[in-house]
């Protein structure tokens, strides 16, 4: 089965940079959709970023600051977050799954463990 490891969260100041990484294995070669989301404590879980095979997606909060892009590895997909603010605090997930990207969690039934990150005034 399809699986997901998340790496990269920590804390820093607001201002500052991330980089999260997702290692995924199992998927097709083709016809794929790798989402991040995150989950503030006691909030719902929010897609922030995605790609597939037709367009790149991010959600408003986010545009112009964060970058989902393939690694180093071909495995591997990125998420660069650049200009980190408070509210950006929360658990980070891969998530993947066959065809086009969707907004709602549900869609999704693989993913990783999660990533905390953690932003400060």
């Known amino acids: 089965q399809v699986q997901l490891v998340e790496s990269g969260g920590g804390s820093v100041q607001s201002g500052g940079s991330l980089r999260l990484s997702c290692v995924v294995s199992?998927?097709?070669?083709?016809?794929?959709?790798v989402a991040w989301f995150r989950q503030p404590p006691g909030k719902p879980r929010e897609v922030v970023a995605s790609?597939?095979?037709?367009?790149?997606y991010y959600a408003d909060s986010v545009k112009g600051r964060f970058t989902i892009s393939q690694g180093n590895v071909e495995n591997t997909m990125s998420l660069q977050m650049d200009s980190l603010k408070p509210e950006a605090t929360a658990m980070y997930y891969c998530?993947?799954?066959?065809?086009?990207?969707?907004?709602?969690?549900?869609?999704?039934?693989?993913w990783g463990q999660g990533t905390q990150v953690t932003v400060s005034s």
């Open positions: 998530a993947a799954r066959t065809g086009v990207c969707f907004r709602e969690r549900n869609e999704y039934s693989s």
């Open positions: 199992g998927l097709p070669t083709t016809g794929n959709c």
């Open positions: 790609v597939d095979s037709f367009i790149v």
